[in-house]
């Protein structure tokens, strides 16, 4: 099965920016949705941004409006991926948490709906 990779995590001040990539998945032309998540330990995972694959329709949980900016391209053929993109800019130490890439729902914002995920990576801000 082939599952979403996540690159691009690390740590930033506050104020910072981040830039976290996701290969997510490859060439099928279906309509599904793919998203950023977070999770902090002891808590639930929360949806962070969330889009699609057709028609780019994007949601952003209210936390990050305004600072996460949430992108793909869309394969074009059989030897590319989609691919996920989410800027992060003026972190706050809020922030902080595992992200994880996940793909392949009909429901954007039900995490528990995603049916395949990558490892995550971590972010981490600091003052």
């Known amino acids: 099965q082939e599952l979403p990779v996540e690159s691009g995590g690390g740590s930033a001040q506050t104020g910072g920016s981040l830039r976290l990539i996701c290969a997510v998945s490859?060439?099928?032309?279906?309509?599904?949705?793919m998203g950023w998540f977070r999770q902090v330990p002891g808590k639930e995972r929360e949806a962070v941004a969330t889009t699609t694959t057709l028609g780019g329709s994007i949601w952003y949980a209210e936390a990050v409006k305004g600072r996460f900016t949430i992108s793909r391209d869309i394969a074009k053929d059989d030897n590319d991926r989609n691919t996920l993109y989410l800027q992060m800019n003026n972190l706050k130490i809020e922030d902080t948490a595992m992200y994880y890439c996940a793909t392949h729902s009909r429901y954007c914002q039900n995490v528990g709906s995603y049916a395949k995920w990558g490892q995550g990576t971590q972010v981490t801000v600091s003052s």
């Open positions: 490859g060439h099928d032309g279906n309509n599904y949705c």
